[in-house]
């Protein structure tokens, strides 16, 4: 078995340590896009201009302009709550009453999808939703009866409420009034 000269070394260790550094980067990437992506969602001029921080808004229909949301359906009407569950828990109440589908689902910082509910699960009965943080925090108030206690993993995360609307302009009546029962708000505020 023949050696390596020290210039096959040299081109070894060199594709290695581009290797290694090619790994190290991907994996900082795929950990940091999904973070910097919410966070510009959560805290960017369109969140702030629409002051949803621990309120709800209401988003226009989409169009074929619309990107307030990556790749929104125009068959959806949109509603929005970054909730910041680092002063304590937040309340989301709705009561969207509609014959067809809607639904609530809650994002965390890193955009994992931890939880959702819609309007079969919900059955017909009213929302009510109590976001706390994960591990004990003294300052939380007691859950109001009725409330379903759900855990964020982050401190911040974004609510969706998704209404399915086949023509818009012929149910606004009906959908907006629905829609807009979406309240999320700091406990105790």
Known sequence: MRSWTIGQRLWFYL??????????????????T???????VMNGPAAQAMNMRNQAAFLPETDASARRLVMPSPDLLYSACVFDVSAGPVRVRANPGLPGYWSIALYAANSDNFFVLNDRQAGGAPVDLWLVSEGPN???????????????PSTQGL???????S???????V?????????CSQAGA
């Not at 023509?167 to 009546?173: I, L, M, P, S, V």
């Open 175 to 183: 959908l907006e009034p629905a829609r807009r029962t979406l309240q």
């Open 138 to 152: 003294p300052r939380d108030p007691a859950v109001p009866p009725g409330a379903r206690v759900v855990v964020s």
């Open 34 to 40: 999904p973070r910097l992506i919410m966070n510009r």
């Open 159 to 165: 609510l969706l409420l998704r209404v399915l609307t």
């Open 167 to 173: 023509d818009y302009q012929a149910e606004k009546a």
């Open 15 to 32: 594709g290695l340590k581009l290797l290694a550094t090619a790994l190290i980067v991907h994996l900082l990437v795929v950990w940091a």
